[in-house]
Nanobody, 127 residues
Framework: QVRLRESGPGLVKPSQTLELTCTVS??????????WSWIRQPPGKGMEWIGY???????SYSPSLKSRTAISRDTSKNQFTLHLTSVTPEDTAVYYC???????????????????WGPGAQVTVSS
């Protein structure tokens, strides 16, 4: 049974870097066929896919966020981390980490088979 939990600051100042870490239990960030993903939902809007890191360490990012996004992992801690630079108030959202399964194309977006979700972390960008 895979469980995920997000952690990190709930308040980030404009122009700074948002960093959220997802801790995985009951599974491994190096598991083949798993796509460890970040998804967010701004207030009053729909879900937005941000990117993923695979069990082999490859990454993929949303074209709209690619220039500001990086996802890394720490295999010894079984964690993966979102780095979003130069944030603005429009980056305010609930951020979720998730486990997508099986297909790189489908997991590069919201059409993938999401097997596990974290509870979500509210991040507010404000001065």
């Amino acid at each position: 049974q895979v469980r995920l939990r997000e952690s990190g600051p709930g308040l980030v100042k404009p122009s700074q870097t948002l960093e959220l870490t997802c801790t995985v239990s009951g599974g491994s960030v190096i598991t083949n066929l798993d796509y460890w993903s970040w998804i967010r939902q701004p207030p009053g809007k729909g879900m937005e896919w941000i990117g993923y890191i695979t069990g082999s360490g490859s990454t993929s990012y949303s074209p709209s966020l690619k220039s500001r996004t990086a996802i890394s992992r720490d295999t010894s801690k079984n964690q993966f981390t979102l780095h979003l630079t130069s944030v603005t108030p429009e980056d305010t959202a609930v951020y979720y980490c998730a486990r997508c399964w099986g297909d790189s194309s489908r997991c590069a977006g919201l059409q993938g088979d999401i097997r596990s979700w974290g509870p979500g972390a509210q991040v507010t960008v404000s001065s």
